[in-house]
């Protein structure tokens, strides 16, 4: 199917590279840019096209969609003097997928609503697997009619898209999600390592766990011991996916939301002292978060 769009996608990492891909799959033209080299080298191996900038990106782009890793990386490049909203179109649609504080999305939305650009915050879920499939979640925070913009462009890179309420109601959706997906990978590890520690073959205790009342989305999609599973970190010595750094900084963002809304979130902050622990050794903090796993096994021989 032939698009008219003409897309700038800023942010080629993990999660950004694979729904670049897809958006061109669909037939948008993409203009991509990352500061890594080997990503961009990757997004024009899929059919982007190279941008030596992101302003250069955004010249002439229908439709911008970020995917950066943290809130300062997004203020940055969006606001002030020589941020990308002052060279930006107002007929342009602003999608950042990044997952951020939501007063930092309300702060960027507001900033482009000031210039007549429409802006939503979109979240995702559903890990490289999904973004490489092409079926993530979206969650979007903004108005109704910036968010019917951009559901094409939402759907050429995922399979369920939900409009959580006005700007940064994406954001707070989504580190709800992730605090729990960290509370589940959690206890799928130690529940785990428990039945292997007993005895038990992982595999097998995970089939019986997956069709009993402790089935989960780790134990389904993104079991996390080796051997169990093929296709997830846990089967490479968790090399990629969706890093113990990242979930750090969603646990933070988290708590930050629950201390402004006097939420009690017990588990939660469980959750982040535990991966804090892990992520205590440097060479932990880059590998997969399922890796939480290993916080739970005994050294070889005891």
């Not at 037939?27 to 840019?33: E, I, L, Q, R, W």
């Not at 300062?72 to 969006?78: D, F, G, N, T």
């Not at 529940?191 to 595999?203: E, F, H, I, T, W």
């Not at 959750?271 to 796993?293: C, T």
């Amino acid at each position: 199917m032939e698009q008219s769009q003409r897309i700038a996608f800023l942010g080629l990492g993990n999660m950004g590279g694979p729904m670049a891909a897809n958006l061109v799959k669909h037939g948008f033209s993409v203009t991509a840019f990352d500061v890594s080299k080997p990503m961009l080298e990757s997004a024009v191996a899929n059919g982007c096209r190279r941008a030596d900038s992101a302003h250069a990106a955004i010249n002439g782009a229908d439709v911008v969609v970020s995917m950066l890793p943290h809130g300062e990386a997004v203020r940055s490049l969006y606001l002030g003097v020589h941020g990308l909203l002052q060279a930006m179109d107002a007929k342009t649609l602003l999608i950042d997928c990044s997952t951020i504080s939501a007063s930092d999305a309300r702060q960027v939305i507001a900033a482009a609503g000031e210039r007549g650009i429409d802006a939503i915050d979109a979240p995702v879920s559903g890990g490289t697997a999904a973004a490489a499939a092409g079926t993530l979640s979206f969650m979007c925070g903004g108005e109704e009619k910036a968010l019917e913009r951009a559901r094409p462009v939402l759907e050429a890179m995922g399979a369920n898209i939900f409009h959580a309420g006005p700007a940064g109601s994406g954001q707070v959706a989504k580190i709800c999600n992730n605090m729990l997906l960290a509370i589940h990978m959690i206890g799928t590890a130690e529940a785990l390592q428990m039945g292997v520690d007993n005895g038990l073959d992982p595999k097998v205790l995970s089939d019986i766990m997956r069709a009993s009342s402790g089935g989960n989305w780790s134990l389904e999609k993104y079991n996390p011991y080796p051997g169990v599973m093929d296709n997830v970190p846990a089967a490479r010595d968790y090399q990629g996916g969706f890093s113990v750094a990242l979930m750090l900084k969603d646990l933070g963002l988290a708590m930050d939301t629950a201390a402004g809304s006097a939420s009690s979130t017990p588990l939660g902050a469980l959750a982040k002292n535990l991966y804090q622990l892990h992520g205590g050794d440097p060479i932990n903090r880059v590998l997969d978060f399922s890796s939480i796993q290993n916080l739970f096994r005994r050294p070889v021989g005891n």
